[in-house]
C-alpha cells in the first residue's frame, strides 16, 4: 500500500473509530442509566470496544515507519 493509500485509510479509520466512540459514550451512559442491569447494552457495549480495539491496532499498523503520525 502506497503511503497515499496508507493516508486515506487512516483517515477513515480515524473517522469510523470517532463515531464508535460517541457510541460508546452513548451506550455507557445508558448502561449506568439502567443501573449497569442491561445485558443487551453490555453485549453492544463489548462488541464496540472490540471493534474500537481492531481499528486501533490497524492504524498503528499503518503507521509501521512513522511517516503518518
Known amino acids: ?14 473517522d469510523d ?14 448502561l449506568i442509566s439502567s443501573d449497569w442491569n442491561s445485558e443487551e447494552l453490555k453485549s453492544e457495549l463489548k462488541s464496540l470496544v472490540g471493534n474500537h480495539s481492531e481499528m486501533t491496532k490497524e492504524l498503528n499498523s499503518l503507521d509501521d515507519k512513522g511517516s503518518i503520525l
Do not use: P, Y
Not at 500500500?1 to 477513515?12: A, I, V, Y
Not at 473509530?17 to 445508558?30: D, G, P, R
Open 17 to 30: 473509530q470517532n463515531n464508535i466512540q460517541w457510541k460508546i459514550v452513548a451506550k455507557l451512559t445508558s
Open 1 to 14: 500500500m502506497d503511503d497515499e493509500e496508507k493516508g486515506k485509510r487512516f483517515l477513515k479509520l480515524i
